[in-house]
T-cell receptor
Framework: IAGITQAPTSQILAAGRRMTLRCTQDMRHNAMYWYRQDLGLGLRLIHYSNTAGTTGKGEVPDGYSVSRANTDDFPLTLASAVPSQTSVYFC?????????????FGEGSRLTVL | KNQVEQSPQSLIILEGKNCTLQCNYTVSPFSNLRWYKQDTGRGPVSLTIMTFSENTKSNGRYTATLDADTKQSSLHITASQLSDSASYICVVIHSGSARQLTFGSGTQLTVLP
């Protein structure tokens, strides 16, 4: 089934450790995104990429980095995890970065930082 | 500040009943608005999109409305089913050269048998 694949589905991590969340899409979408979802808050954009080779900062980028070496993959890295980064992380994609608005989401990665 | 507020935060109804979820926004300039359904433990999935010129749009038992003058949207669910239990998220898309989305925090709907 075509779509977004995220890994791992869940992870418990000690503070200070480095962690990479993986995201792969097979829809050949140009744009990809990373969001975090916290209880009582709307999804917040961490980083985005309008096309392979380019990335940009979202609303809450501090402590996170991304890369977009090719169309399909968009990993999110936490260089030194802190407890405030405990959250559910969603990767998403869209056909383009224009104002069509439809995002296709992965199933999420639940991260707990102790 | 661009904001999207949804009400109620949570709602419990009996199977077969109807319900209406509300979304108020202060986003400007406005491009369009989407409703997403998010099942527990899953990613959000788009239900419908409302553009500036549309007032009503249906997708099966889901009917979305938009009043661009008052900056309000609603999602009406008819003859609810147990599978409708989910979080419903309103997302407003800003127009302009930089595409931006503002997400509401969602309404958690529980349908009981």
């Amino acid at each position: 089934i075509a779509g977004i694949t995220q890994a791992p589905t869940s992870q418990i991590l000690a503070a200070g450790r480095r962690m990479t969340l993986r995201c792969t899409q097979d829809m050949r979408h140009n744009a990809m995104y990373w969001y975090r979802q916290d209880l009582g808050l709307g999804l917040r954009l961490i980083h985005y990429s309008n096309t392979a080779g380019t990335t940009g900062k979202g609303e809450v980028p501090d402590g996170y980095s991304v890369s977009r070496a090719n169309t399909d993959d968009f990993p999110l890295t936490l260089a030194s995890a802190v407890p405030s980064q405990t959250s559910v992380y969603f990767c998403a994609s869209s056909e383009d970065s224009l104002n069509t608005g439809e995002l296709f989401f992965g199933e999420g990665s639940r991260l707990t930082v102790l | 500040k661009n904001q999207v507020e949804q009400s109620p935060q949570s709602l419990i109804i009996l199977e077969g009943k109807n319900c209406t979820l509300q979304c108020n926004y202060t986003v400007s300039p406005f491009s369009n608005l989407r409703w997403y359904k998010q099942d527990t433990g899953r990613g959000p999935v788009s239900l419908t999109i409302m553009t500036f010129s549309e007032n009503t749009k249906s997708n099966g038992r889901y009917t979305a409305t938009l009043d661009a003058d008052t900056k309000q949207s609603s999602l009406h669910i008819t003859a609810s089913q147990l599978s409708d239990s989910a979080s419903y998220i309103c997302v407003v898309i800003h127009s302009g050269s930089a595409r931006q989305l503002t997400f509401g925090s969602g309404t958690q709907l529980t349908v009981l048998p």
